[in-house]
């Protein structure tokens, strides 16, 4: 069944999207958690490593999802390629801006940077990846 122009299989592929994005955040907030023993300078850090991981990883998933629907599986590669290259710009662009302007623990900071990237590398073991149920 089609629902509103969108097949199960684009929404379950979604799902799964926003699902890995999660796993990231929660890797994101049990480091600042952790780093909260150490301070409330050093959580901050943290939370803006991970945040410039986070926000392009968001925008990516939401306009890959806007338009993925499976019909032209060359235009969904060169699209994927495409939302890579800028995701991984706007993350470097982010640290950079985030690393100039909030002056971050530098550590810290590089720590919930690699736990988000970690995140994302450990959410195809945490999230089922079938797009069939």
């Known amino acids: ?33 952790l780093a909260f023993f150490w301070g409330t300078t050093v959580a901050g850090s943290v939370c803006l490593g991970g945040i410039s991981v986070l926000l392009p990883g968001l925008l990516f998933v939401f306009l890959f999802c806007k338009t993925a629907s499976g019909r032209d599986a060359k235009r969904i590669v060169s699209r994927m390629y495409a939302g890579s290259a800028l995701k991984l710009l706007l993350c470097a662009l982010m640290a950079l801006g985030f690393v100039c302007y909030f002056r971050p623990a530098m550590i810290p900071f590089w720590i919930g940077f690699v736990g988000a990237q970690l995140g994302h590398w450990l959410a195809p073991w945490v999230v089922s990846m079938d797009i069939t149920t």
């Open 1 to 33: 069944m089609v629902l509103c122009g969108v097949s199960p299989a684009t929404l379950r592929v979604r799902q799964i999207a926003y699902r890995f994005l999660a796993v990231q955040a929660l890797v994101v907030l049990l480091a600042a958690l």
